[in-house]
């Protein structure tokens, strides 16, 4: 099954299909929230600006939900773009990834990077949801970490995948929220443990204030790779 998924006819539905979908979401979703960021921004400054104390209160909660509807913009054209981006995921996933890295260090992160033991041909379905999920998690080290060094671990082990991506950044306080709920941090890490969810595996954080963050992955290979 997993082989016929995989074919080049299907791959090619599939990319027709993802391009499709991204267009669709550019024309609808995209606009809307771009309008509704412009409008935020104009009912705030414009008509806020001298409204004495209750217009100060509404203006600092509309700056709330504007800095919400910029990330969720951000999220969408992020995701946009892995949809329109043409399958260099069939390198496989360590190539994809290095391009990231690669990406980061020019950005003047020191980048570490360790990979042992992995498959050299997982199903595109593995491959790309574990690509989404690491590329979250080194988006939100970018936005979020005030980090210098980004380290990424990838090895194979008993019948399972395992990714570990560390950063030594500002870290969060045990059990505090790392954003407000709704905001696009809070939106990309439940779409990571969603995607380890749909591979059977899952996903845990572990972060100190002042001590980094360390997100852990964990996937069980498929069962016809452990035949």
């Known amino acids: 099954m997993l082989d016929v998924l995989d074919s080049p006819i299907t791959r090619l539905v599939q990319d027709a299909e993802r391009r ?48 919400l509807a910029r990330d969720s913009l951000t999220s969408m054209r992020e995701a946009l773009g892995g949809l329109r981006m043409p399958s260099q995921l069939d390198l496989g996933l360590e190539h994809s990834l290095e391009i990231l890295l690669a990406s980061l260090q020019g950005a003047g992160y020191r980048v570490e990077y360790e990979c042992e033991d992995w498959p050299v041909v997982l199903p595109f379905e593995y491959t790309s949801n574990m690509y989404y999920i690491v590329r979250e998690a080194l988006t939100n080290i970018e936005k979020h970490a005030q980090a210098s060094t980004i380290h990424l671990c990838m090895f194979g082990y008993e019948g399972h995948l395992y990714i570990s991506i560390a950063d030594d950044g500002s870290g969060m306080a045990k059990n505090a929220a790392p954003a407000s709920r709704g905001s696009g941090y809070s939106q990309g890490i439940l779409g990571m ?35």
């Open 20 to 67: 499709r979908i991204a267009r669709d979401l550019h024309d609808s979703v995209v606009q809307s929230l771009t309008a509704l960021v412009a409008d935020l921004e104009y009912f705030r400054i414009r008509q806020l600006a001298a409204s004495g104390e209750a217009g100060q209160q509404v203006a600092q909660k509309l700056e709330t939900w504007q800095a």
């Open 193 to 227: 443990r969603e995607r380890a969810a749909m591979l059977g595996g899952r996903v845990t954080i572990d972060s100190a204030r002042g001590k980094g963050t360390r997100v852990d992955i964990d996937i069980p290979l498929p069962a016809s790779m452990l035949e």
